[in-house]
């Protein structure tokens, strides 16, 4: 080393400066601090299609049966590099598909297949995603044919379906319109342990009553799609496997019926591998070396195909026709007896106490060899439990009930995160309107949009009302899914008119005043409650001296009970708002936690959220009427106050309890306001105050309010699909 010149002889000539693993972050030195990324993530930069790509419109130029004929071509078409069972694929790509789409959980709406996240870690390494690569990779040559007219969420999709229409089934539709995202998705919580299979325990406050799963969680164990093959925790016993698979299947959103056929449906075809030892697989996708160019879990010792094959570890078919649509799975399970066995790859599994050679399937490359069927401790639990017992007797009295209703569960599976009908494209897609898609009828459009103000304006309602009910009925939005958001005006319905966070009393006061005023309009509810907050906003701009008009587009409609499915809308119901400055109970997570999770469901960025949360404090629109936040001498003006206050170090902020603060005057000593964590946290985040300061410019007041009026309409148009 000579002086300060550093000896770089015999590394690399270029000093890395820059953090590339992901392993490492600048921030790991403070882990508890609020992680603002799930509100950044699918930024532009990630996207490579270019700012002026539109897949909804180029998909629309797809040739749909082309495309269909190419997958029917590719399910009996072999390849050398990953041999096809029995020389058709149609047990993979409905296993691909299936797995894409069944990560959905109805609780937050996250997870599902409508963004090809399996393309990414952690689910294309998830120890239950095995060889779903090796499906990806077969479906390469069709996705690279057709482009950017079709994404990879779609192709996943529609590989299943058509895998089960090859087999013979009648399927009940497809639509297209599945946006692929390109980075992985950090907002989801898959659960908190740190390895994977790690056991159910850890996910329940008791593993013995399945209800008590920690929420948003469906999967039973870290890397599963659903429940265990092999039985709790890997210990065989069907009564308590139907216990898991109706709970997690209720966080799906199936009943019964659709958890049986889907059981039933999804082991018609296909087989389970685990002809061979794990231990001689290669790592996961994730964490293998480069020449596997992103395939894991290939077979180091042996052939590792056809019928060497292992991915669950059990080893078997569970039909004598695994490529046939037909009922053969009720006829093996409830016309033997079955026992306790081990597959070669040493897992769990059961087989028949005695069968005909001539009912048993055959190998996967020799015809001339039969082989043993087995069931899972899933499968097994279909018949030991006596609801299950019966809807499975019940499809097996009339098999077309069946194929019609596992075709209706399988297009529910695959098109639950999809959002409301009208998002979907294609010439497949059904007419008929299901009640989990959350229908909503046509508004009308040909009314007077200025005259309809007036009457809101003069109705008597305070600025507050018409801004925190509006606020209310769209804040329900979540992205994961499309569902919620003001479309629909269901806040008047059960069960949102009795949601604590939305203030029943204040809000039955509000609607008595607005549904008359939307009769005589004729105008929707959903519009007046939209319209009537962007007269609030107005006003309050100009009380503040800034006169500017709320966009406004009038179309949307009002549902009915009938059009409601109330019980899974539970979910929807907001624990906090911290734009409201509201929390149901005390938590575990932090109140800015969930208003962060609040920000992520409703797509908006952390400057649109602190714009937001600054111009509802200074409109004085708090849950119940509280104070808190409320950083300003002109309450109901929408200025900067709550920026230019908090960033003042004229004040302390100073704890009491229950995690309150009041904010004092440093000199005086005296409590000019008082505050919550949600108000706080845009002083104490460093990301969060630097927006603050934006906002408590001199000079940005102006671009304060086109800014909130801006993320308002963002939130009041998030369900519009008929805008976006």
Partial sequence: MDGNNIDTSGKCPVLHGSNTESSKSVMDWWPNA????????????????GPDFNYREEVKKLDVEALKADLRALMTESQDWWPADWGSYVGMFARVSWHAAGSYRLADGRGGGGTGNQRFAPLNSWPDNVNTDKGRRLLWPIKKKYGNKLSWADLIILSGTVAYEVAGLKTYGFAFGREDIWHPEHDVYWGAEKEWLAPSDA???????????????????????????????????????????????????????ETAALTAGGHTIG???????????????????????????????????????????IEGAWTANPTKWDMGWFDMLFDHEWELKKSPAGAWQWEPVSIDEADMPVDVEDPSIRCMPIMTDADMAMKVDPAYNAICQKFREDPNYFSETFARAWFKLTHRDM???????????????????????????????DALKAKIADSGLSLSDMVSTAWDSARTYRGSDMRGG???ARIRLAPQKDWEGNEPERLTRVLSVLEPIAAESGASLAD??????????????????????????????????????????????????????????????????????????????????????????????????????????????????????????????????????????RKSGETRWTATRMDLVFGSNSILRSYAEVYAQDDNQAKFVNDFVAAWTKVMNADRFDLN
């Fill in 419 to 449: 959002g409301p009908k009208a998002r979907y494209i294609g010439p497949d897609v059904p007419q008929e309107d299901l009640i989990w898609m959350d229908p909503v009828p046509a508004g009308s459009t040909d009314y007077d949009v």
């Fill in 34 to 49: 609020l992680n603002l990324d799930i509100l950044h993530q699918h930024d532009t930069k990630t996207n490579p299609m």
């Fill in 528 to 665: 007046v409650i939209v319209l009537a907050g962007n007269v609030g906003v107005e006003q309050a701009a100009k009380a503040a001296g800034v006169e500017i008009k709320v966009p406004f587009a009038p179309g949307r409609g009002d549902a009915t009970d009938e059009m409601t499915d109330a019980e899974s809308f539970d979910v929807l119901e907001p624990l906090a708002d911290g734009y409201r400055n509201w929390q149901k109970a005390d938590y575990v997570v932090s109140p800015e936690e969930m208003m962060l999770d609040r920000t992520q469901l409703m797509g908006l960025t952390a400057s649109e959220m602190t714009v937001l949360v600054g111009g509802m404090r200074a409109m004085d629109t708090n849950h119940g009427g509280t104070k808190h936040g409320v950083f300003t001498d002109r309450p109901g003006a929408l200025t900067p106050d709550f920026f230019v206050n908090l960033t003042d170090m004229a004040y302390q902020w100073i704890p009491v309890d229950n995690g309150l603060y009041e904010i004092r005057d």
């Fill in 203 to 257: 996910r329940y406050e008791n593993v013995e009553e399945p209800a008590t799963m920690e929420n948003p969680l469906a999967a039973v164990q870290m890397g599963l799609i659903y429940v265990n093959p092999e039985g709790v925790n890997g210990q065989p016993d069907p009564a308590k496997t139907a216990e898991q698979i109706r709970e997690t299947f209720k966080r799906m959103a199936m009943d019964d019926e």
């Fill in 271 to 313: 087989k389970s591998h685990g002809n061979g030892s794990a231990d001689n697989l290669s790592p996961e996708p994730e964490a293998a070396g480069p020449e596997y160019q992103g395939i894991g879990w290939v077979n180091t010792k042996g052939r590792g195909v056809g019928r060497d094959t292992v991915v669950s570890g």
């Fill in 486 to 488: 003001a479309n629909g």
